[in-house]
């Protein structure tokens, strides 16, 4: 079992990441079925939008740290992650996020490679990485400064910030605040307002809009090489030790 749904539904396919009692927390085996699913809806010619959701109350806490506890010893993230990372970048299709609660490391950061993001007010945002020893990834080195401004960018991909739902909002990170029963349900209608368009148009204009993606794909292989080294060294190690361990 993956934990990742997918459901194709009148030009939209909705991908649902499905691992409530660890908050979304995604596994290897969850990227590489995202990645998997994010590259046929980008081959199949019926769909006009993808749709990614969690569940009530997580959108996903990020990296599962028992997997990075692993890949610290085996010497790197693996595969899966950038083959997720590059099929998000690549896919042509407009993405649009439904958030609703935490949002955390990728959790935030497969946000900027969203084309609409819609989150429920009670939703939370941060990205902890220099906290657990690591460096961005996702390109969100690249993607934050010019989707945030530098500062803001700072506050939330160094210092590590939780932001609430209005805040992301006035920042530029989401594009709608909704009441928390209704988010799934305004992203639904945005993904429907996308396939009302004329598709070529619609396709030609995201090309357009992300005509950065060569410069994006170089940043996530350039921030992927720090990552490993961080991954192996003595503050990440220490951080994911007491994570696990802070309950005992
Ligand atoms: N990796 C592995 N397990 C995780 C996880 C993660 N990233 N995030 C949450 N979990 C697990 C918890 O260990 C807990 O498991 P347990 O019930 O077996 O103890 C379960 O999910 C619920 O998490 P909990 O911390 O009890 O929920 P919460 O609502 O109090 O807090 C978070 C939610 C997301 C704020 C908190 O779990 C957290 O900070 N997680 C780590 C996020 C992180 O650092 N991600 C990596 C970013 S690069």
Redesign the pocket.
Known sequence: MTSISYHAEGGVALMRMDRA???N?LTLAMYSAMARHLEAANNDSALRAVLIAGVPGAFS??????DFIAASSSGGLGDPVLHFLRALVGCNKPLVAAVDG?A???GVTMLLHCDYVVASQRSTFAT??VD?G?VPEAASSLLGPRLLGPQRAFELFALGRRWDARKALSAGLINDMIEDEGTEARAIEVAREITAKPPNAMAITKRLLRSDRDEVLARIDEEAEHFKACLRGPEAMQAFTA?MTR?K
């Open positions: 009692d660890k908050k927390a806490a990020g990296n599962d740290l028992q935490v955390v490391g990728v902890p990485f657990l690591l994570f309950k």
